[in-house]
């Protein structure tokens, strides 16, 4: 199986929003990329994580303007992270435990330096099952 590291060297750069910005132009950033979740990073320290569902339960059911709202209004301050050191069975059993789709990685200052979903994880466990499975069937005919 890939290491983290691995993981993110196939993804694009991290993409960031600032606390103060609005939660529209944070929105703007997830449909341009085709992601569901932002950093909040603040003068370069993780202060949050924005997502698509921070975005559904507290503005649109809420009634509130995205234009309007900073995303510091509305971000989880409280984020579950990982380092490069830890496997993808780990990642999973946190996001499992702490009910969250997104991990910002962080390298060994602290800075964030990725993020990994839960489908890219599902993604990597997926092939790496694959491979054992090819692996074995080439043993048993063999």
């Known amino acids: 199986m890939r290491s983290l590291e691995q993981l993110l060297e196939g993804k694009r750069p991290l993409v960031s929003v600032g606390p103060d910005d609005s939660v529209f132009s944070a929105l703007s950033l997830l449909a341009e990329y085709d992601i569901g979740a932002l950093v909040v990073l603040e003068r370069g320290r993780l202060v949050g994580i924005f997502s698509e569902r921070d975005y559904a339960r507290k503005i649109i059911l809420k009634g509130k303007a995205s234009k309007d709202t900073p995303v510091r209004a509305i971000m989880s301050d409280k984020v579950s992270c990982v380092t490069l050191d ?33 489908g890219d994880l599902v993604k990597e466990t997926i092939s790496d099952q694959r491979f054992t499975i090819e692996q074995l069937v080439t043993y048993i005919q063999n």
């Open 86 to 118: 830890q496997t993808v069975p780990q990642c999973m059993a946190l996001m499992t435990d702490k009910r969250v789709r997104h991990l910002p990685v962080l390298d060994g200052h602290g800075q964030a330096i990725g993020i990994v979903s839960i």
